[in-house]
Nanobody, 124 residues
Framework: QGELVESGGGMVQAGGSLRLSCAAS????????TGWFRQAPGKEREFVAA????????YYTDSVKGRFTISRDNAENTMTLQMSSLKPEDTAVYYC?????????????????WGQGTQVTVSS
C-alpha cells in the first residue's frame, strides 16, 4: 500500500529555520506529484507547497513564498520542506502527501496518501 513518514518538526523561535523530511516506504512515489499541507488548531488543513514528479513544476501558497523550499529525491523516495524566516502563524501540524497524478496540484482532493503529521511550533 505504501506509507509516508514525516520527521524534523519541533519548536523554534520566530525567524528561525526547520527542515521537514518525508520518507516513503512500501511503494514508490517517484511518478506521483507530492506536497506539503498544514493544519493549525481549529482550522482546516491547507495547502503549503507541491512539486511535480520530475520537479519541473513547483507551487507555493502565497504566505510561504520566498521562505519555504520544497524538493524531492526520487532515487531515495524522499521529499523535504526547508522552512526559514518562520513566523508564529506557521505553527501547525505539517503533513506530507502523494497525489494521484504526476502533475503538480494544490487540490487536497488530488492527494490519496498521507503521512501522520509532524508538529511545528514557532514562538514569538
Amino acid at each position: 500500500q505504501g506509507e509516508l513518514v514525516e520527521s524534523g518538526g519541533g519548536m523554534v523561535q520566530a525567524g528561525g529555520s526547520l527542515r521537514l523530511s518525508c520518507a516513503a516506504s512500501g511503494r514508490t512515489f517517484s511518478t506521483d506529484a507530492t506536497g506539503w499541507f498544514r493544519q493549525a488548531p481549529g482550522k482546516e488543513r491547507e495547502f503549503v507547497a507541491a512539486i511535480s514528479w520530475r520537479s519541473l513544476n513547483i507551487y507555493y501558497t502565497d504566505s510561504v513564498k520566498g521562505r519555504f523550499t520544497i524538493s524531492r529525491d526520487n532515487a531515495e523516495n524522499t521529499m523535504t520542506l526547508q522552512m526559514s524566516s518562520l513566523k508564529p502563524e506557521d505553527t501547525a501540524v505539517y503533513y506530507c502527501a502523494a497525489a494521484k497524478t504526476p502533475l503538480v496540484t494544490t487540490n487536497i482532493d488530488d492527494y490519496d496518501y498521507w503521512g501522520q503529521g509532524t508538529q511545528v511550533t514557532v514562538s514569538s
